[in-house]
Nanobody, 123 residues
Framework: QVQLVETGGGLVQAGASLRLSCAAS????????MGWFRQAPGKEREFVAT????????YYADSVKGRFTISRDNAKNTVYLQMNSLKPEDTAVYYC????????????????WGQGTQVTVSS
């Protein structure tokens, strides 16, 4: 069992940056592939980024590639999402998730989810 708590969301203007954090507790954090997903009002949840257990391998959705960076600090049991050049279409609730197997872009591959943090980008 692992618990995930996201922080760092907020209201920003287009072009600004935010860094989301996801703190994990429970089983050894370094044994999980981690991912970020988001869900905008009236839309389905969508994949944002994922990172391997060691942090060496990352993968991004095309919509955020070059603007967002996922990273992790296994000593601090935390995964981050650095979001730069934010756009109004990035507005959503952002969720982090943990997978006991390989990191994935599919939400169904993740066993544990945080409660989410709201990111709102004004134009």
């Amino acid at each position: 069992q692992v618990q995930l708590v996201e922080t760092g969301g907020g209201l920003v203007q287009a072009g600004a940056s935010l860094r989301l954090s996801c703190a994990a507790s429970g089983r050894t954090f370094s044994t999980y592939g981690m991912g970020w997903f988001r869900q905008a009002p009236g839309k389905e949840r969508e994949f944002v980024a994922t990172i391997s257990m060691s942090g060496v391998w990352t993968y991004y959705a095309d919509s955020v590639k070059g603007r967002f960076t996922i990273s992790r600090d296994n000593a601090k049991n935390t995964v981050y999402l650095q979001m730069n050049s934010l756009k109004p279409e990035d507005t959503a609730v952002y969720y982090c998730a943990a997978a006991t197997r390989r990191p994935s872009s599919r939400g169904g591959d993740y066993e544990y989810w945080g409660q989410g943090t709201q990111v709102t980008v004004s134009s």
